[in-house]
Every structure is written in C-alpha cells, then in structure tokens.
C-alpha cells in the first residue's frame, strides 16, 4: 500500500553538468562524461533507496532534457540547424531541431536502464517523452502533418520500450505534459498514440501529465489559469477506458479540483504530494495530509504518492530533503491507513 515513487527527473550535480537550468551544458566530454553520467545514476539509486522510494528511477542522468535525450537517437533528425518554436501550445520558446526525413531509430536509445536494474533491487521505472510532447517540442520538415508525426514517434518509442522491458524494467512512464496545453487532441489522439507505443509490453504502463517544472514560463502561465484547472477533465475519462496502466498527476499546491482524480475509475494514480515548485521542503506530516485528501477520490490499494514532476532543476539539497519527506510521508499514511 503506498508504494512511493518519484514523476523520474533529479538534480544533475554539479560535477556532471551545471545545475538549476532545464537545459544544462555537460561539464565534461567522451569517457569522462560516460563515467560521470553513470556516478550520477548510482548516487541518485542510493538517495532514493535510502529516502525509501519504492519505485526508483535513474533520476535522467544520462539525459540533457527529457525530450531531446531521446531525439539523440533518432534518424531523420537535424539538430544542426535548429530552429525557435513556441512550445506547449506557445507558452514558451525553445531552440528545437527539426525532422527532415524518415524517422528511425539508430540503435539503442537508452542503454543506461542496464546500469540502474544491475543496481538496484527495488522496481525500477523508466520514463520516455511521449509521442503528443516530442511532436511539440521538434519541428517539422517532413510529414506535413502532426498526427501522422506523432505516430511515427509512437512506433520509434515502442521499440525502444519493449528494450527496456528486455532490461528488466518494472515500469515504463511515458511524460505527456502537451496533453495539458491540447486537450481535446489528448483525447482525440494523444491516447491513440500511447497505445502504439506501450503495443505488445506486458511491464507496467504509466503516463505522466502535470502543469510543468517550477520554472517561470510555467508559474506564469499557471497564474493565467484561473481558480480552478480543469484541464485534466478533457481527457481523464478516455484514459480511464485505456490500457494505460498508471496515471502520474499533480495535486499539492495545485488548483487541480481533487475530485477529478475519481474520473481515472479502474487506475493506478500516481498523487503528487511533492512540490517542485517551490524550495519549501514539505513535511512528512503534510505529505501523509494529502494523500488522506486523495482516498477520498482513489482507492488505498490504487494510490502511489509521488512528485508533482520531476525535481531536475532543483537544488540537490533541497531535492534529497524532499526524496526523505516522501518516504516519510508514505510509511505514516501506511502506518496509519494499514
Ligand atoms: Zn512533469
């Protein structure tokens, strides 16, 4: 009951890469960057397991951002010549790369899952960018079509799931913060698209869909957004009727009515009662206080506490404070619910 896990990204420390920044620049290059990457993945394993996550991921080290970590990896791709878009429905600009031709995996995208499952006994997630976020971080030069993009996407991500199933990976986590800037196609096809890419997996499935890291474009537009954000109800009941197996979602901290996480009937909700918005570390005391708010609306045995998103551009310290409160914050609700 409870098992605790975190939405994937931590800190890169400051050896690896400079810290705070969504994007960060690599400290160092060729063995040395592989070295330091794997350092990274074994320390964050450590935190958690010693934090009593549960769940633990490799806390996307290997990765210089969610998206492009796996777009690393992609035939067809231009990231010579990269160009500026407005992303998440324009909420803010990126640099991004463009698609130029057939998409096509060049081999094995993320090989470092083989690292964090030789070195942990606990379940092991692992998260990918889904199909709806990467078409909207990436232009295109190629399809000419969005959907027709995203698909091809699914199909590269499926490939590289049913790898990591291979690996032994308990959980593969796809993060689809578009489906909160787009809605109406998250249910139109957003979902569609997720099961081609979880097509033939017999490990868990989850999605990840939240209002984005702590960081200014994103508080900006979540001031925009009025009293109550609503934007989960769009899409909540088709994922309710899907073969995903887990849905990952904010709620402390968030305008998020609690009542729509009763839309998900049937699935695994995976409660944000961390914030990463804010450095205010939370208690284990609060933690416990959200998510007996949640059973209101989710069954025990389908409620995960987990983070809002992921920690990445946070402070270490303060991120390895809130790893503890998690637990913490977990082991009473169990404690007091067993
Ligand atoms: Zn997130």
């Known amino acids: 009951m409870f098992e605790s896990t975190i939405a994937g990204s931590l800190p890169k420390p400051f050896w690896l890469s400079e810290t705070n920044k969504l994007w960060p620049q690599w400290k160092l290059s060729g063995d040395e960057l592989a070295l330091a990457k794997r350092d990274a993945t074994l320390f964050w394993l450590k935190v958690q397991e010693d934090a009593g996550i549960d769940v633990v991921t490799d806390g996307e080290q290997s990765r210089q951002h969610f998206v492009h970590g796996f777009l690393e990896f992609v035939e067809g791709i231009d990231f010579e010549h990269k160009v500026k878009m407005g992303i998440r429905n324009n909420r803010y600009d990126a640099m991004v790369p463009k698609v130029v031709d057939r998409l096509r995996l060049k081999g094995r995208a993320h090989g470092e899952a083989r690292l964090a499952r030789a070195h942990t006994d606990r379940k092991l997630k692992f998260t990918l960018p889904g199909p709806m976020t990467i078409i909207d971080t990436i232009a295109d030069d190629f399809y000419g079509d969005r959907v027709k993009m995203a698909m091809a996407f699914a199909d590269l991500l499926n490939e590289e799931a049913r790898a990591l199933e291979a690996d032994g990976v308990d959980v593969i986590q796809f993060d689809e913060p578009a489906f909160n800037a787009f809605t109406r196609e998250a249910a139109d096809w957003g979902i569609e698209a997720l099961h081609r890419a979880i097509d033939g997996l017999s490990c868990t499935t989850a999605v990840h869909i939240c209002y984005g890291y702590g960081i200014k474009a994103n508080l900006d537009w979540k001031r925009s957004l009025g009293e109550e954000w609503r934007e989960y109800e769009a899409f909540f009941p088709a994922l309710a009727r899907s073969r995903i197996q887990q849905v990952s979602l904010e709620c402390v901290n968030s305008r998020v009515p609690p009542h729509l996480m009763a839309l998900l009937e049937g699935k695994d909700v995976l409660v944000g009662v961390i914030d990463v918005a804010t450095d ?51 082991a009473l609700a169990r404690a007091r619910h067993a």
């Open 280 to 330: 205010v570390v939370e208690t284990p005391e609060q933690v416990a206080e959200v998510i007996d708010r949640a059973l209101q609306y989710v069954p025990k045995d389908k409620l995960f506490p987990c983070t809002n998103c992921g920690l990445a551009p946070m402070d270490r310290e303060i991120a390895i404070r809130k790893l503890d409160a998690l637990g913490k914050g977990a």
